[in-house]
């Protein structure tokens, strides 16, 4: 491998294969030798091809992964823009609709707390449906509600995404919500657009998905993800909101400049991790409230993170959780 700050055309293509199996963290940066530089200019070459290295963990492992770069090359163009000082934005993560699991109508009593605190936008972290035809048929026979029904499995997505002229959704698609037989192609909000008018449905991404807010940007994931090609951990400080582990769960690294936050289910389905056993206490049906503070120059001040409680009973309201937590970006940004 080259060493002297450039790299060569073999070593871009070698790199490409391996990491699209992925490869440990370590491993890569111990074993080949890259410079700091040959690995961003690498990973920038690799953006250009609607390609983006994340880093993602498996079983408490940190692995590098090559992904496609879905929010590029479908054009999604998802943005948050407001004029208030203060913006609350409603978290939601695994509803899993279509689930034998899941919690119908749940999703009623989150528009009805959203539009009683005027929160007008509510992201969506993945797994919104249990899956598509393909899906269903390959990894969940017997666990889904409308199966291999198509129309039907819509038509309960409509009923259970309900539609709020006062909020917009938007909608991060990951694998249960897209996969088909042809690959990734089954964009579930498109469909309810085109077939029932939901303008108020937006994709933001697949898989990962940066969601500009103001004059800065919430990062979101399915799963712990980061992207790897372009981030200055001396410069720059982000928020990382993921979904995937049915856990409410804070892991910040205030000397790395970032923090991840973990947004529990809608569902009842509970996830086992069996390297992580003390988060067995964190899972817990509902979803989380960020308030955020603007700067002067519409940048993150302050994000109050507040989880809530929350069951479909019609007699039933959200209970907000005693423990909150306060980034103050004005504290860690240079």
Not at 189 to 209: P, S
């Amino acid at each position: 491998m080259a060493s002297n700050g450039l790299y060569s055309r073999e070593d871009e293509t070698f790199v490409k294969k391996l990491l699209e199996h992925g490869v440990l963290l370590d491993e890569f940066v111990n074993r080949f030798g890259f410079t700091q530089e040959q690995i961003t200019a690498m990973f920038q070459s690799f953006r250009k091809d609607f390609y983006r290295v994340f880093i993602i963990e498996k079983c408490g492992d940190l692995w590098l992964v090559l992904k496609p770069d879905y929010m590029k090359f479908m054009g999604y163009n998802d943005k948050i823009i407001t004029k208030k000082n203060v913006l609350k934005i409603c978290l939601t993560a695994d509803p899993h609709f279509g689930s034998v699991n899941d919690n119908p109508g749940i999703m009623d009593k989150v528009e009805e707390f959203c539009t009683g605190e005027g929160i007008e936008h509510i992201v969506y972290l993945g797994d919104t449906r249990e899956g598509t035809e393909y899906y269903i048929k390959k990894y969940a026979k017997g666990k889904c509600r409308c199966e291999l029904d198509e129309e039907s499995e819509l038509e309960y997505l409509n009923q259970n995404i309900p539609y709020n002229k006062l909020t917009t959704k938007h909608i991060l698609e990951t694998n249960h919500d897209v996969f088909s037989d042809d690959g990734i192609s089954r964009d579930f909000v498109k469909q309810l657009r085109d077939k029932y008018g939901r303008e108020d449905l937006k994709v933001t991404g697949f898989d990962y998905a940066e969601l500009p807010v103001n004059g800065d940007t919430l990062y979101l994931n399915h799963g712990y993800v980061r992207d790897f090609s372009d981030f200055d951990y001396e410069n720059e400080s982000r928020l990382y909101l993921c979904g995937h582990s049915h856990r409410s769960l804070s892991r910040n690294n205030l000397e790395r400049g970032y923090f991840v936050e973990y947004v529990t289910t809608l569902s009842n389905i509970e996830h086992k991790n069996r390297n992580r056993p003390d988060e067995e206490n964190n899972f817990y049906v509902g979803f989380e409230v960020l308030e955020i503070e603007f700067n002067d120059n519409k940048s993150f001040n302050n994000v109050l993170i507040t989880r809530y409680k929350t069951t479909n009973s019609p007699y039933s309201k959200p209970e907000a959780l005693p423990h909150q937590d306060l980034i103050e970006f004005s504290r860690v940004r240079k």
